[in-house]
């Protein structure tokens, strides 16, 4: 992997820590907006209400000695500040409360909620006209002082929406953890086995998302015990299979060694030979495979081969054998070519056909037909046949039939690898006369062609 | 002795069987699990062999499990695996299962005849190797008979004659009995190689050595057996 490997855990708890964010942050928006319009209304009324009341108080006295007047401040139960200022009927300010700005609050004719510069600061302002026009009262609140004071309202109220947010952190971090625990007890449990360690994992305590993951997982390695057991057996076979033969010459030299008559020795060195024959064959044969288990085949870049003429050559080949057994070879293969690695093809063809020389009764035969989608090469003989248990380890490597043939056990692990290399298949098909075996060779289409020769 | 011999590799058990025969062993040779099974675990005649010389790699199955049901059927037989299987576990698992030796292939057959020279020894109980009768002395491993301190040359069969009676000094063995110990299946048995043997045992060791119980077989003379 290229890229860091993302957390579902971590994941998880980011994205429910983001959800109870922003639901805390929208509420609090809407909560310090609702907060600040609330206390912008409590002191729009507390101007109304102070108005009024300086209306009552000092109207009359201002109204009628036309005087300017000190006023005393007025407390309010929120402990803002408020100003005021008082015109007379001709416009004059004839009274200010102390801390009032000089200059007017609002201008002489107006009336209700203004809003005004006044000494270089902004002001909230009402103004309450006496009736008859000869009097009216401002009323002013510092607006940076007004806007604080509902700031620190407003927030006030979103503390607590801070400590839940906090302990709704919390609370998800612990949730996620918790639940996923058992992935991640999981998970370790996998990391920690040993290399080798192919026994099931534990699924009983899984829960149910993760029981199909765990199965999943004992399943493959079930796979991988069996191909590790599959490979241990074939290196012990192969092991047995290279030391027997030389067992058996050394055995066999000794035999020679202490023979006390010439007809014995003779005899026991005619088997030593046979044996170095035999020998070198199976060396042979195991090289063949270990070629052809090594080769990569680039089956676009292959030659095209002559399957009638290589069939031929191959039935040459075995002439001694057949011809010693006195066997009949049918060949019914049609002129066709084939892209394929010639040399795997013939070995291939030629184990098929000293198996069947070996095996048939009376004859043998060698057919090929090609249809939409393959080519299928078959070697059928008319001999005893194979088990239902044999056919199924037929083509495993030194398989030698369940009666011990006398043969390396190579001869069909050669063929299935050739039809590996070719992308095709090999199958136990029917023999001939209704007895005997059938080896099937089958070639995908793609790599055989119409032969040109001739055309 | 009459041996089974298991192995399923054509030309490893020719040699083998050339090599048991050479020591004057008849050789019973069988190439697969079933054979063995039907000749020495399955048969009427258990007690036929006195020794197995067992392959474990078999086509049809593991002579492990041969071994096993053998001795599940309380068959007694002396075995001694020879197997190219050289693990120390194989080895173990194989002496466990019931084996009385485990040799590693490439066998040595002068071995192999000395290892089952072991076995014999141990199953008749004695710990020496020479078994004395009187004043016959036969010392198996080097194949060698005295009389009275005197070397006599023996064939291998004679031996093989001589040793079958003197396994079992005072009883008498039929025809039968003794060609089993002479013969293997495939060999042609001359009708009166028996009498021939025993003739030629007689002439070299002396006349009184072997009884002819009429119609019913030899025994080793009662007056040799205290000197």
């Known amino acids: 992997m290229t890229h860091a490997a993302w957390s579902l855990r971590n994941r998880l708890i980011a994205l429910l820590a983001t959800l109870a964010f922003v639901g805390w942050g929208t509420s609090s928006v809407w909560l310090y907006r609702s907060a600040y319009q609330e206390a912008s209304e409590l002191f729009d009324a507390a101007l109304i209400e102070t108005a009024h009341a300086v209306f009552a108080i000092i109207a009359h006295e201002a109204l009628a000695e036309d005087e300017h007047v000190e006023l005393e401040a007025v407390d309010h139960a929120h402990a803002e500040r408020l100003f005021y200022q008082v015109r007379n009927g001709r416009g004059a300010l004839v009274a200010l409360s102390p801390g009032a700005p000089n200059e007017p609050l609002a201008d002489a004719n107006a009336h209700g909620f203004t809003e005004q510069v006044a000494d270089g600061a902004r002001y909230r302002v009402y103004t309450l006209r006496e009736p008859s026009g000869r009097a009216a009262i401002h009323v002013g609140q510092p607006l940076a002082e007004r806007e604080q004071l509902a700031r620190k309202m407003a927030l006030r109220l979103l503390l607590p929406g801070v400590v839940l947010v906090v302990l709704l952190a919390a609370g998800v971090w612990i949730i996620v953890r918790r639940v996923t625990s058992p992935l991640i007890a999981f998970s370790t449990a996998i990391d920690a086995r040993a290399p080798s360690d192919t026994g099931a994992v534990h699924v009983e305590r899984l829960p149910a998302e993760l029981l199909p993951v765990g199965q999943a997982v004992n399943r493959l390695l079930g796979r991988v015990e069996s191909a590790l057991m599959h490979e241990r057996t074939l290196t012990a076979d192969a092991a047995h299979e290279l030391r027997t033969p030389l067992a058996a010459l050394r055995a066999q030299a000794q035999v020679a060694l202490r023979a006390r008559r010439d007809d014995e020795r003779n005899t026991a060195l005619r088997e030593l030979i046979g044996g170095v024959d035999r020998a070198t064959h199976l060396v042979e044969t195991v090289l063949m495979l270990a070629r052809l288990d090594a080769r990569e085949v680039d089956r676009s870049a292959l030659p095209a081969v002559a399957l009638d003429r290589l069939v031929a050559n191959v039935v040459d080949e075995v002439q001694a054998a057949t011809a010693v057994r006195e066997l009949r070879v049918e060949v019914d293969v049609p002129p066709l070519a084939l892209r394929a690695d010639a040399e795997a093809l013939r070995v291939a063809l030629r184990n098929l056909c000293e198996n069947a020389s070996q095996h048939a009764a009376t004859r043998f035969r060698i057919e090929a037909r090609a249809d939409s989608d393959a080519v299928v090469i078959a070697v059928r003989d008319d001999g005893p046949g194979m088990t239902p248990a044999e056919q199924e380890r037929a083509f495993d490597r030194f398989y030698r039939g369940s009666a011990g043939g006398a043969g390396t056990g190579l001869g069909l692990a050669l063929v299935k690898r050739a039809a590996e290399m070719h992308a095709g298949d090999v199958r136990i098909g029917a023999g001939l006369d209704g007895r005997g075996v059938g080896v099937e060779l089958v070639l995908p289409r793609g790599v055989a062609m119409p032969k040109t020769k001739g055309d | ?227």
């Not at chain 2, 593991?62 to 309380?74: F, P, Q, T, V, W």
């Not at chain 2, 008498?172 to 002479?182: D, P, T, Y």
């Open chain 2, 1 to 227: 002795m009459r041996l089974l011999l298991v192995e399923d590799d054509a030309m490893l058990g020719a040699a083998l069987k050339a090599g048991l025969q050479q020591d004057g062993h008849a050789v019973d040779w069988v190439r697969n699990a079933n054979d063995a099974h039907t000749a020495w675990v399955a048969s009427a005649q258990a007690s036929a062999y006195e020794a197995v010389v067992l392959d474990l790699g078999l086509p049809d199955g593991s002579g492990l499990d041969l071994l096993k049901r053998a001795r599940i059927r309380r068959l007694g037989t002396p075995v001694l695996i020879a197997t190219a299987r050289d693990r120390i576990a194989d080895r173990i698992a194989g002496l466990d299962a019931g084996a009385d030796d485990y040799m590693v292939k490439p066998i040595d057959l002068d071995e192999l005849a000395a290892r089952l020279r072991a076995i014999e020894r141990r199953a008749a109980g004695r710990s020496v190797s020479t078994i004395a009768i009187g004043d016959i002395s036969i010392d198996p491993a080097a194949r060698s008979v005295t009389r009275a301190g005197q070397p006599v040359d023996v064939t291998a069969r004679e031996l093989a004659v001589l040793l079958a009676l003197a396994k079992r000094p005072g009883a008498v063995l039929s025809r039968g009995q003794l060609i089993e110990a002479l013969y293997g299946w495939n060999e042609s048995i001359e009708s009166n190689a028996v009498d021939v043997y025993v003739h030629h045992l007689r002439r070299k060791l002396g006349a009184d050595v072997i009884e002819t119980q009429r119609g019913l077989g030899w025994r080793l003379a009662r007056g040799i057996q205290s000197p």
